[in-house]
């Protein structure tokens, strides 16, 4: 079944992310998913992070500090969070493209557009991402590539499995590795 939200890429090399940092503005927000909560955060070009938050929202803000080093962070004032937590939910009922901003390596960039063709209610493994990208041998680096995916369930890293089909790290838990497939094979 192939996936409704429509997903626009705009993606930031590390050639051009300090340019591209000077004066920016992270705005961010949480809402509450059917997977818990959520921290979202964007910019003018699209969402540029997204994380579960299990415990500590502030260990999570740091994290997206870290990630988008030298922009400045402020919290939302106007719930935009919810509606693309809406678009992301597919309970829009106009679902507009959704607009996601990419900073990684050129591997990196691959290996999470490679994630985009695995749709809804299907799963792939590390191996065969690897094979996708043309890169056969470089199973470890898509884990590590997968593992650093900063837009959580947007860039489906959760349709990840082993070679054998058994759940393979995830980093907000098996469990809701699980909650997301469910959900997705029942849309």
């Known amino acids: 079944m192939k996936d409704s939200v429509i997903i626009q890429i705009k993606e930031i090399s ?3 992310f300090p340019v ?3 004066g920016l503005t ?3 927000g949480c809402a509450e998913s059917p997977f818990g909560k959520v921290l979202i955060a964007y ?3 699209g969402i540029c992070y997204l994380s579960f938050v299990d415990n500590d929202l502030e260990e999570q ?3 997206l500090e870290k990630c988008w080093k030298g922009a400045l962070l402020i919290p939302e004032t106007n719930k935009h969070t919810q509606s693309l937590l809406a678009v992301l939910q597919e309970t829009s ?6 607009p996601v901003c990419l900073y990684g390596t050129d591997f990196q960039r691959k290996v999470w557009k490679a994630l985009l063709q695995i749709h809804k209610g299907e799963t792939t493994s590390y191996t065969q991402i690897a094979q996708i990208i043309g890169r056969p041998k470089a199973v470890r680096a898509v884990a590590s590539a997968i593992g650093k995916n900063p837009v959580s369930w947007i860039i489906p890293c959760h349709r990840i499995l ?5 759940l393979s790290g995830y980093r907000w838990n098996a469990k809701r590795k699980q ?5 997705e094979r029942t849309k």
């Open 179 to 183: 909650q997301l497939l469910d959900w």
């Open 162 to 166: 082993h070679k054998d089909g058994s």
């Open 43 to 45: 910019i003018p070009d």
């Open 93 to 98: 009922t106009n679902t507009p493209p959704l």
């Open 26 to 28: 992270i705005t961010y």
């Open 61 to 63: 803000l740091m994290e």
């Open 20 to 22: 591209y940092c000077q």
């Open 14 to 16: 590390p050639n051009e």
